[in-house]
């Protein structure tokens, strides 16, 4: 071999000896992490053996992480360096599944073995009261990744947190071992796992231990909370000359709200508002006590039970003029108690107005004094007692009432005769 063959022989290999390093370590920066090709919704897990180990779908990789923060993109050419090693599994114990060709509910151990729910009551007392949240359909093309195993005929046969904790990484289970849980509500990056209680020292705070399903309910709540406030429609005002009723509809359970005032309510001093807590989507309000022939500005809201609140533009609406009573009230069942010497005489009226009888021993048309007994009180159930009458007398009277507006109502003449005294 020449010199100048030897050393193109050795740069080669040199050459060949550095790529294969950069192959290994390129593969090596990924160990342990979630990746993906940019524009591609895979997921793959990188294991230490250097292979890929593929996410089904997105309901199997949240059953290890809540979100997608950690995926770490890679471009096609470092994707084509791995190999292929299966799938995952969904991470044992901290949900429950179901194939689509079949109402049972599984539990899932290590090793993707599938077991038996056999009851709803076992189900509560592993998963709690909201066990049925905690159910994943999975599609019948999965099946071949699991295996059947014993059946849980009691809630001592199976303890998922002890599979939780049993299954840190994808070498024992087809899935990847994950933080420390944090804060659902202060971090993006929450892990459903369980974890053991962190005790107070060293300056840190004690954190108390985090159940995993709890976790997953926690996320499953959050994901279905609403945030949507309702929608106001069809919103109309029925105004009096003292009084107005508004009337809305909301697309889903809400109270109802109406803000009014004089003035426009960016600008007033003072406001009254009339509120109603009954969740309802066909609302009503009255509000009372209004001016006559006066301009109200107002709002109406509704907020859900999740207190999202819908809010109305500013609107107007004018109350009608001061109504004239010019009808007089009307006086209708008469009645008497009659005695020797005293008499009371009731009537009603259909509203509110005075009461007085005028009575004498002759035809009031002709008589030339007569007595009264009267009340000013406005009210529609009328009663006036009569005394100092003679025995066995006919009288002569005719009943009155006015109302507020000074209309008079008046009976016809008519007489009552006093009974008989015995001595």
């Given at each position: 071999?020449t010199k100048?063959?030897?050393?193109?022989?050795?740069?080669?290999?040199?050459?060949?000896s550095?790529?294969?390093v950069?192959?290994?370590?390129?593969?090596?920066?990924?160990?342990?992490?979630?990746?993906?090709?940019?524009?591609?919704?895979?997921?793959?897990?990188?294991a230490?053996?250097?292979?890929?180990?593929?996410f089904?779908?997105?309901?199997?990789y949240?059953s290890?992480?809540?979100?997608?923060?950690?995926?770490?993109?890679?471009?096609?050419?470092?994707?084509?360096e791995?190999?292929i090693?299966g799938?995952?599994?969904?991470?044992?114990?901290v949900?429950?599944?179901?194939?689509?060709?079949?109402p049972?509910v599984?539990?899932?151990?290590?090793?993707?073995?599938?077991?038996?729910?056999?009851?709803?009551r076992i189900?509560?007392?592993?998963?709690?009261?909201?066990?049925?949240?905690?159910?994943?359909?999975?599609?019948?093309i999965?099946?071949?990744?699991?295996?059947?195993?014993n059946?849980?005929?009691?809630?001592?046969?199976?303890?998922?947190?002890?599979e939780?904790?049993?299954?840190?990484t994808i070498?024992?289970n087809?899935?990847?071992?994950?933080?420390?849980?944090?804060?659902?509500?202060?971090?993006n990056?929450?892990?459903?796992?369980?974890?053991?209680a962190?005790?107070?020292?060293?300056?840190?705070?004690?954190?108390?231990?985090?159940?995993?399903?709890?976790?997953?309910?926690?996320l499953?709540?959050?994901?279905?909370?609403?945030?949507t406030?309702?929608?106001?429609?069809?919103?109309?005002?029925?105004?009096s000359?003292?009084?107005?009723?508004?009337?809305?509809?909301?697309?889903?359970?809400?109270?109802?709200?109406?803000?009014?005032?004089?003035e426009?309510?960016?600008?007033?001093?003072?406001t009254?508002?009339?509120?109603?807590?009954?969740?309802v989507?066909?609302h009503?309000?009255?509000?009372?006590?209004?001016?006559?022939?006066?301009?109200?500005?107002?709002?109406?809201?509704?907020?859900?039970?999740?207190?999202?609140?819908?809010?109305?533009?500013?609107?107007?609406?004018?109350t009608?003029?001061?109504?004239?009573?010019?009808?007089?009230?009307?006086?209708?069942?008469?009645?008497?108690?009659?005695?020797?010497?005293?008499?009371?005489?009731?009537?009603?009226?259909?509203?509110?107005?005075?009461?007085?009888?005028?009575?004498?021993?002759e035809?009031?048309?002709?008589?030339?004094?007569?007595?009264?007994?009267?009340?000013t009180?406005?009210?529609?159930?009328?009663?006036?007692?009569?005394?100092?009458?003679?025995?066995?007398?006919?009288?002569?009277?005719?009943?009155?009432?006015?109302?507020?507006?000074?209309n008079?109502a008046?009976?016809?003449e008519?007489?009552?005769?006093?009974?008989?005294g015995?001595?």
């Amino acid at each position: 071999m020449t010199k100048k063959s030897l050393i193109i022989l050795l740069i080669s290999a040199f050459t060949l000896s550095i790529f294969s390093v950069n192959i290994a370590i390129a593969a090596d920066d990924h160990t342990g992490q979630v990746v993906k090709v940019e524009g591609s919704s895979t997921l793959y897990y990188v294991a230490t053996d250097g292979k890929l180990y593929v996410f089904p779908n997105e309901k199997t990789y949240k059953s290890w992480d809540s979100d997608f923060d950690d995926v770490v993109t890679i471009t096609q050419v470092e994707l084509s360096e791995f190999t292929i090693g299966g799938n995952i599994r969904y991470r044992p114990g901290v949900l429950l599944v179901k194939f689509t060709n079949t109402p049972k509910v599984y539990a899932v151990s290590q090793n993707g073995k599938l077991r038996w729910v056999k009851t709803e009551r076992i189900a509560r007392k592993l998963y709690g009261e909201n066990w049925n949240k905690l159910i994943d359909d999975i599609p019948l093309i999965f099946f071949p990744d699991y295996v059947t195993d014993n059946d849980i005929n009691d809630e001592g046969d199976y303890d998922p947190d002890e599979e939780i904790n049993s299954t840190e990484t994808i070498e024992n289970n087809k899935g990847f071992a994950l933080g420390h849980y944090k804060d659902l509500w202060k971090s993006n990056t929450t892990k459903c796992r369980a974890t053991a209680a962190v005790p107070h020292g060293q300056g840190k705070k004690a954190t108390p231990a985090v159940s995993a399903r709890q976790c997953k309910i926690n996320l499953i709540n959050d994901a279905q909370k609403d945030e949507t406030a309702p929608v106001i429609t069809n919103v109309v005002v029925t105004p009096s000359n003292t009084s107005a009723v508004i009337t809305w509809t909301t697309d889903e359970e809400s109270n109802s709200t109406v803000e009014y005032a004089t003035e426009s309510l960016s600008t007033a001093t003072s406001t009254e508002t009339v509120t109603d807590s009954d969740l309802v989507t066909s609302h009503s309000l009255e509000l009372n006590n209004l001016t006559a022939e006066t301009t109200y500005y107002y709002i109406v809201k509704s907020a859900d039970s999740n207190s999202n609140i819908a809010t109305t533009t500013e609107s107007t609406f004018t109350t009608t003029a001061q109504e004239v009573d010019i009808t007089a009230p009307i006086i209708s069942d008469i009645f008497w108690q009659i005695s020797t010497t005293t008499a009371t005489v009731e009537w009603e009226t259909n509203e509110a107005s005075t009461s007085k009888i005028t009575y004498a021993l002759e035809s009031l048309n002709t008589v030339t004094s007569t007595e009264e007994v009267s009340s000013t009180d406005l009210v529609t159930s009328h009663s006036l007692d009569l005394s100092g009458l003679s025995s066995y007398t006919t009288y002569y009277y005719i009943l009155e009432s006015i109302d507020a507006a000074t209309n008079t109502a008046t009976t016809t003449e008519t007489t009552f005769i006093t009974t008989l005294g015995i001595e």
